[in-house]
């Protein structure tokens, strides 16, 4: 499963939800452990459930009788009457459960195994079509080694991400080390396109003046 076919089938809602059958929870938690924009979302629901399983936690209120019935006005706070809201977050409570003691465990430990990431090696002045290619999955992250020629009077460097369509990715800014002329940065797994990147480099003096070094580029390409 790639990261198009878990946002086709909604399948972070569904795994929480106990909907996908048993090829597909094994195919979700193997692309899980790979993209970081799915690990990412399992674990803010999870985070939401914990709040509502402190929220369940709490004592109810003692109800305040009334001389005569009052009916409520129909709104989404229906939801929350305890009739609707204690099954509710009882299925809840289990994938609270399901996450704590099986899928963050599974997380954290495919967080420290090691792995090979894609990578290309790129030099600041080398602009063009004929680039060094990335050769990546949906959603995953990769190396770049910036090569930036030396040139003194820098304190430190911005790094600056255009996608194909010339919009900026992220910036990063990092210190310029003495007789160092190579930089390796991860770029973040995400849902982006293939085609050809350009990465700008500009050098910061200690006075904050600004300066372009160049650009370089290359090109991604992702396989399904």
């Known amino acids: 499963m790639d990261h198009a076919d ?15 059958d048993t090829t597909q929870l094994e195919q979700f938690e193997e692309h899980m452990f790979g993209c970081q924009e799915c690990a990412l979302d399992v674990q803010a629901a999870s985070k939401f459930l914990e709040q509502s399983k402190n929220i369940l936690a709490e004592p109810a209120p003692v109800p305040v009788l009334s001389p005569r019935p009052v009916q409520a006005p129909h709104s989404w706070l229906a939801w929350f009457r305890p009739a609707l809201a204690v099954p509710v977050f009882a299925c809840l409570l289990a994938l609270v459960a399901y996450q704590n003691l099986i899928t963050l465990p599974r997380l954290e ?20 079509a004929e680039g060094p290619h990335v050769s990546t999955t949906p959603g995953q992250s990769f190396l770049l080694f910036v090569r930036i020629p030396p ?8 790094a600056d991400l255009f996608n194909p369509a010339g919009k900026l990715e992220w910036s990063l800014t990092f210190p310029a080390v003495a007789g160092q002329d190579q ?3 991860q770029v973040p797994g995400a849902d982006r396109p293939a085609g050809t990147y350009t990465l700008k480099i500009r050098g910061i ?20």
Do not use: C
């Open 109 to 128: 430990i495919a967080g420290r195994q090691p792995q090979i990431m894609p990578w290309a090696s790129v030099t600041v002045g080398t602009y063009g």
């Open 6 to 20: 878990a946002l086709r089938l909604n399948a972070t809602e569904r795994y929480l939800l106990n909907e996908l």
């Open 205 to 224: 003096t200690v006075a904050g003046e600004d300066k372009d070094l160049g650009r370089t580029s290359f090109d991604l390409q992702i396989h399904k």
């Open 151 to 158: 040139e003194a009077g820098f304190e430190r460097y911005t």
């Open 183 to 185: 930089w390796p940065m």
